[in-house]
């Protein structure tokens, strides 16, 4: 996480319960993406049983300790004061600490995946309409700099293409870890063939690149899957 420990909305009693639901929901948004709904669902029908509950816990950390160090202590300042509400919150009283939340995760996709090379894709500017209003709301201007680069067809020198290959591979695992079945592939191998499937547009990444990807994310096999 960047900056000072956040405060109030961020330390409620029901903060943890909010992520969970908000996990799940992004979860769902990614398993349509890639037509991966089938997988979800038989990960949510046994998340009480292992593998399947360790597998969802991992990776809710994981995408979480992701959104926190994404997310800069002057966004997290604004939050801790604003009123925002987003269409899902479990709770009405837990609707600021929904929207707190909401609005990190959908900020870390959109802005990490502008760098990545999604910035280039439709889709990805569809999904974020909301993100921007609030986003006025708060003086966020990282995400409208990301959407001006957008706009105005910026590219970066290629000393910066290695750093964005690198990237995309992150936010493709991470998009895809858990709804692509990622996480219970027996061996690497399995695990590129079945991300090559998801991602055919994708570079041909090392096993290595791979490795040290999800190392870096925090992603983790199954208990009796551990090809590393």
């Known amino acids: 996480m960047t900056g000072k420990l956040p405060s109030q909305?961020?330390?409620?009693?029901?903060?943890?319960?909010?992520?969970?639901?908000i996990t799940v929901g992004q979860l769902k948004k990614f398993a349509a993406a890639l037509h991966c709904e089938k997988e979800l669902q038989d990960l949510l029908q046994n998340q009480t049983r292992e593998p399947w509950r360790s597998a969802l816990g991992n990776y809710h950390a994981a995408l979480w300790?992701?959104?926190?160090r994404l997310t800069p202590p002057?966004?997290?300042?604004?939050?801790n004061k604003a009123i925002l509400k987003f269409p899902g919150s479990p709770n009405p009283k837990a609707d600021q600490c929904y929207g707190a939340h909401q609005?990190?995760?959908w900020r870390a996709i959109f802005v990490y995946g502008c760098k990545a090379g999604e910035r280039y894709k439709a889709r990805h500017y569809r999904h974020f309409a909301y993100l921007a209003h609030v986003a006025d709301r708060l003086n966020d201007k990282e995400i409208f700099e990301e959407a001006r680069q957008r706009a105005w067809n910026y590219v970066k020198p290629k000393s910066h293409m290695l750093t964005r290959v690198t990237r995309q591979l992150k936010y493709c695992l991470l998009v895809s870890w858990t709804v692509g079945a990622l996480w219970r592939a027996q061996s690497r191998e399995a695990q590129i063939r079945f991300f090559k499937k998801l991602w055919p547009d994708s570079p041909d990444y090392s096993a290595e690149t791979f490795r040290m990807?999800?190392?870096?994310?925090g992603l983790k096999w199954a208990s009796k899957c551990h090809p590393d």
């Open 213 to 217: 990807a999800q190392k870096r994310l």
């Open 74 to 79: 002057e966004v997290i300042d604004k939050l």
């Open 65 to 68: 300790r992701w959104v926190w």
């Open 9 to 21: 909305i961020f330390r409620l009693h029901n903060a943890m319960t909010v992520r969970q639901v």
């Open 103 to 105: 609005y990190m995760l």
